[in-house]
């Protein structure tokens, strides 16, 4: 992405938001960032090849000697090249997110604790941090020093009820480092908007994706600051890039219909207090299965065909950044399409593996090809 276009896309998004503020009586805009440049839409995401499908999978990363690891339901498990599942570890309830550390050890989210080494005889339970308890374990990440992230997205919701938090604006998420050594857990950043993943690299220092504020920012400190914002999506968990930078999932985009409800506090909690919260009007990881999901506006079936560019109430989408956090390219699926509610992704060689949480599946493309397919025969 050259330096000059991310120029105009900012002056554009600007003009967007002036222009929307302008018609809204309480002087906010409702406009969101366009699908343009790095983020062009495509059918990528769509039509990749299928590696495996359950809807307990919660999870992937690249572990140990480039094996593909998974969360599905309460288990660990290691997904094969041709989608068989080998199990590595069981626990008591179901798992929320996964990683491995440096020296081998499985760390698991449990929903409102951590459970480091799983599958040993001496696994080391996390419940707590900075004297306040543990509530929605969104995400784990390796930290460079061989201890651990967490992502606790929420201290007023679990995992299984975000919307609730984004439908009351809540911003109450944390990051905290675990000692390699000890365990001893430490809160890094509070007051975030749902974070709901981290990465750590040399280049980049910590990364953490915050949801509802539509960015990705850098903590320095016991500070965070915005490195990457005005996303057109909800950011959610990364994953390291072979040859540098990352990938970063977004688990549904953006629509004003969404920006507008989270304006309207009086609608919100009428719709809160009476609606099954499967049929609010907030972004979801899968749609079209149920006739009662509420309509976007201009997401009409016409001749029994739903456009690609209706506005989205699930979505999919990854993109690849670089070390220097400037957008690369982006895989989609599109309104429409199955392959939504992308929230985990893995790198092994060549190959990205995503899930589609919408879908229950483990999706997988070849690097190479979409690069060619994006650029043409010479693209590096």
């Known amino acids: 992405m050259k330096p000059s276009f991310q120029v105009e896309n900012i002056m554009l998004d600007s003009l967007i938001s002036w222009i929307g503020s302008r018609g809204n009586t309480r002087g906010k805009s409702l406009s969101i960032p366009v699908f343009d440049g790095a983020f062009k839409p495509n059918n990528l995401l769509e039509e990749a090849k299928t590696l495996v499908e359950s809807t307990g999978f919660s999870d992937i990363i690249s572990g140990a000697n ?70 929605a374990v969104t995400a784990l990440a390796p930290a460079l020093d061989g201890g651990l992230l967490i992502c606790d997205g929420s201290k007023s919701y679990g995992c299984d009820d975000w919307a609730w938090d984004l439908m009351n604006n809540c911003k109450d998420g944390r990051v905290i480092a675990v000692d390699a050594v000890g365990g001893n857990a430490r809160v890094v950043a509070a007051g975030l908007g749902y974070a709901f993943g981290a990465y750590e690299s040399d280049e980049t220092g910590v990364l953490v994706s915050e949801s509802w504020k539509h960015q990705v920012c850098q903590i320095a400190g016991k500070n965070a600051r915005a490195a990457i914002d005005r996303l057109p999506g909800y950011p959610c968990r990364f994953a390291a890039a072979d040859d540098g930078g990352f990938w970063l999932t977004l688990f549904c985009s953006r629509t004003q219909l969404v920006e507008f409800v989270l304006k309207e506090n009086d609608y919100r909690a009428e719709m809160m207090a009476t609606i099954d919260p499967r049929f609010w009007i907030s972004p979801s990881f899968g749609s079209g299965a149920d006739f009662l999901e509420p309509l976007q506006g201009g997401g009409v079936k ?26 690369q390219y982006s895989m989609h699926s599109r309104v429409g399409g199955h392959n939504h509610g992308i929230c985990a992704a893995a790198q092994i060689g060549d190959t990205i593996y995503a899930l589609s949480k919408g879908s229950g599946r483990i999706v997988e493309m070849s690097i190479r090809a979409t690069r060619k397919t994006l650029f043409g025969e010479d693209a590096a």
């Not at 080998?86 to 550390?101: F, M, P």
């Not at 029994?304 to 956090?325: I, N, Q, T």
């Open 66 to 135: 480039n094996r593909l690891l998974a969360a599905c339901d309460n288990r660990v498990v290691e997904v094969s090249k041709t989608g068989e599942l080998s199990e590595l570890a069981v626990l008591d309830r179901a798992i929320t997110s996964l990683a491995q550390l440096k020296d081998g050890r499985i760390a698991v989210g449990l929903g409102d604790s951590v459970l480091i080494g799983a599958g040993t005889a001496n696994p080391v339970s996390i419940d707590s941090a900075g004297g306040q308890k543990l509530t």
């Open 302 to 327: 016409q001749m029994g065909v739903l456009k690609p560019w209706a506005p989205p109430r699930s979505y999919g989408l990854l993109v690849r950044f670089d070390a220097k956090m400037t957008p």
